[in-house]
């Protein structure tokens, strides 16, 4: 792709980026084929190519961003399942989000856009605040279909009860069962430890079984993922470097091997912190060593190698591969090998490779468009007639969770109940595959 840049706008160093990224693009229109939005709506200016079109012309001209240019791209996912299908490796997600930058930067939104992506600015990041609003949502979930959509949404996707806070979250150190092999930090996270406080508690046991000691960093907290994919460059590297201050501290003192992450969509911004960061001479080192040793929990267990399973699980599993987790970081086999290992049944899901319409807070800000995407992602899902889903990503948990009555499990909860932990609450209900295997302890 041809582009005009001028010499002064190149002196930006994400214009320059921008540009390299614009000039990689050949227009082969592969990538339609495998977006979403494209598959849903059919027209060209919400397909990769068609963004990237709008793109170009926002920044070559130097205007503000217009509603146009908005419209299509807050409907884009960012699922990167485009840079999963590019032959000419387009690295379409960071030209995203400095486009994303640019319209928040330019563009003025009407008053209530503005207001609900604030309030989802300043609340999903923080698991205080996050919990209390839940409280309140609880209360005001009968009236959800009087709301309209995008409140609407949000009272439909909170859940019915909230869990008290985990002391696994606390800052600590938890020592390996047996003979240390390792020392990892353990990120925390915002809304997974609200939401599921369960997957941090079956990570724990998982790794410290496995013979690792788990460190839980203080000052860690939120990835910036949220703030990140709404345009908001600045709380997202202030929660990058919060938490490569906090990581570069416990690296410091006592040495890390790896920082595992159990929810793709954090692992996938966390291991683009050196990119994030790289203008930024105080942390850009710092940064670029963080990502490094950022590693999703299933890559962890399989250089570590899974214990054998202490009871026969046998579930039949369908196994929903995120889109972060697939497309972001590249982990196709790994989450499934582990769980296979580990006894279960897995199932491929048809059309696997497109979006369940979660995409942080897509399926609060595009409401229509996501549950499109979720209703067609549960029907292939219930087309295999498993047991239970198990997911990797809690943002993928919580939006298939609301349109089935399937059992939604993390991998972790599974792999954790197959060498020795307890068996996952969301599979109580499965007592005849998992009652025989409970009774023989």
């Not at 229109?29 to 397909?47: H, K, M, Q, R």
């Not at 196994?319 to 499934?336: D, F, I, N, V, W």
Request: with cysteine; net charge neutral.
């Amino acid at each position: 792709m041809q582009t005009s840049f001028t010499l002064a706008q190149l002196a930006d160093p994400d214009m320059a980026e921008a540009d390299k990224i614009l000039r990689t693009c050949v227009h082969c229109g592969f990538c339609t084929a495998t977006c979403p939005t494209y598959v849903l709506l059919g027209d060209e200016l919400d397909s990769p190519r068609g963004r990237i079109y709008l793109i170009k012309e926002m920044l070559e001209s130097g205007r503000p961003a217009t509603a146009q240019v908005a419209k299509h791209l807050d409907r884009c996912l960012t699922c990167l399942s485009c840079m999963t299908t590019c032959p000419s490796g387009v690295h379409y997600m960071h030209l995203v989000d400095h486009a994303r930058r640019r319209v928040e930067d330019s563009y003025r939104r009407p008053l209530a856009e503005r207001l609900l992506r604030g309030i989802l600015a300043a609340v999903l990041p923080y698991p205080g605040r996050f919990r209390l609003s839940l409280a309140g949502a609880t209360l005001a979930r009968p009236f959800r279909r009087l709301l309209p959509g995008p409140l609407g949404a949000m009272l439909a996707l909170a859940p019915s009860r909230v869990a008290p806070p985990s002391a696994v979250d606390r800052p600590q150190v938890v020592p390996a069962e047996g003979p240390r092999r390792g020392r990892m930090a353990l990120m925390t996270g915002c809304a997974q430890r609200v939401l599921a406080p369960q997957i941090n508690e079956a990570t724990v046991r998982l790794l410290t079984r496995h013979g690792i000691e788990v460190v839980v960093a203080r000052g860690a907290g939120c990835c910036g993922a949220l703030v990140h994919h709404l345009g908001q460059e600045e709380p997202a590297l202030a929660a990058a470097r919060a938490n490569v201050a906090a990581w570069s501290a416990a690296l410091e003192g006592g040495g890390l091997d790896a920082v595992v992450i159990n929810a793709s969509g954090c692992g996938t911004t966390v291991k683009d912190y050196g990119f994030m960061l790289r203008n930024d001479t105080a942390w850009s080192d710092k940064a670029a060593r963080v990502s490094a040793l950022a590693k999703d929990v299933s890559e962890v267990m399989t250089e570590l190698g899974l214990k054998p399973p202490v009871r026969e699980t046998g579930l039949r599993l369908a196994y929903h591969s995120a889109c972060s987790m697939q497309h972001g970081q590249k982990l196709t086999r790994e989450p499934k090998a582990l769980l296979a290992a580990a006894g279960f049944q897995v199932l491929e899901v048809p059309e696997g490779h497109l979006c369940c319409g979660s995409a942080g807070t897509y399926n609060i800000l595009q409401p229509q468009l996501a549950d499109a995407l979720r209703d067609r992602k549960v029907a292939n899902i219930e087309s295999l007639a498993p047991q239970a889903i198990a997911a990797g990503n809690i943002g993928c948990m919580t939006q298939i969770a609301a349109a089935t009555d399937l059992p939604m499990v993390h991998s972790v909860e599974l792999l954790d109940w197959a060498t020795g932990g307890p068996l996952p609450k969301a599979l109580e209900g499965v007592a005849a595959a998992a009652a025989p295997a409970e009774a023989a302890e």
